[in-house]
Every structure is written in structure tokens, then in C-alpha cells.
């Protein structure tokens, strides 16, 4: 390829396995419409991107983040953890807790007992079976 621009880079980016990724990473960014830092003077986009790191056009830490940036599916982001709320309970009835207080929209709620429960869920009539089923 370009073996004088390689040795210009080892400088910059010690180990040659990382001036890989990040030339071939600045490549595809030119390749999808980035504009390259130096003229282009006939040079493919591997070439150009190899100059670049050379000249030190672009740093090979920002590519580096860009590159680990762009091959992460799902970022996590640091949330505050929730504070535990402290129960509130009723003085007469320690073990219970205190029902939210009623809205002024009046909505009431009728109370039934279980056996009231269980007697209304006798008296209900099954549905008449049908073909469709």
C-alpha cells in the first residue's frame, strides 16, 4: 500500500494493529461523506486516512473514541439510584399503611366483605356455550 506513510504513523500510533482499525475507521468516514483534512491528490481513502495520521490532521485519540462510539449497540447511562420512601403509617393501626388521601373528583368505593365476594360470584350465570368456540 503506502509503505513510507505506514512508517510515518508508527510514531503516532504505537502498536500496528490499532493504526489498522483507526486508518481503516478514518477511511470509512471518508468514504461516507467526511471531508478529508489534506488534498486528496489522487490518493484512495485508505491513503488519505493513513496521510492524515501522519501529519497528525486528525488525532488518533478522537478517532479512537469515534470508533469505539460507533461500534456500541447500548450505552449505559448513569441514572441516581432511587431513595427508599419511608412508609407512613396510621397511628391507631401500626401495621397498616395510611391510605392515600381522596381526591376532590369524589370518587367513592364500595367495600365488600369475601363471603359477599364469593356469594356474587355464584350467582353469576355462565354464558350459554356456542358452536363458535
Known amino acids: 500500500m503506502a509503505r513510507v506513510t505506514v ?5 503516532k500510533v504505537t502498536n500496528r494493529f490499532d493504526l489498522v482499525l483507526l486508518s481503516a475507521h ?18 484512495k481513502n485508505p491513503v488519505i486516512a493513513l496521510r492524515e495520521i501522519a501529519e497528525e490532521t486528525v488525532s488518533p ?32 393501626q401500626p401495621d397498616q399503611p ?12 364500595d367495600r365488600m366483605s369475601e363471603e359477599e365476594l364469593l356469594r356474587g360470584l355464584e350467582s353469576v350465570v355462565p354464558p350459554d356455550k356456542s358452536d363458535d368456540y
Open 7 to 11: 512508517e510515518d504513523c508508527v510514531d
Open 26 to 43: 478514518r477511511s470509512r468516514m471518508i468514504s461516507a461523506g467526511s471531508p478529508p483534512t489534506l488534498p486528496r491528490d489522487n490518493d
Open 61 to 92: 485519540a478522537d478517532l479512537k473514541e469515534d470508533l469505539i462510539h460507533s461500534l456500541q449497540r447500548h450505552v449505559e447511562v448513569d441514572e441516581p439510584e432511587a431513595e427508599p420512601t419511608p412508609m407512613v403509617t396510621d397511628e391507631s
Open 98 to 109: 395510611t391510605p392515600p388521601p381522596a381526591d376532590d373528583g369524589n370518587l367513592t368505593f
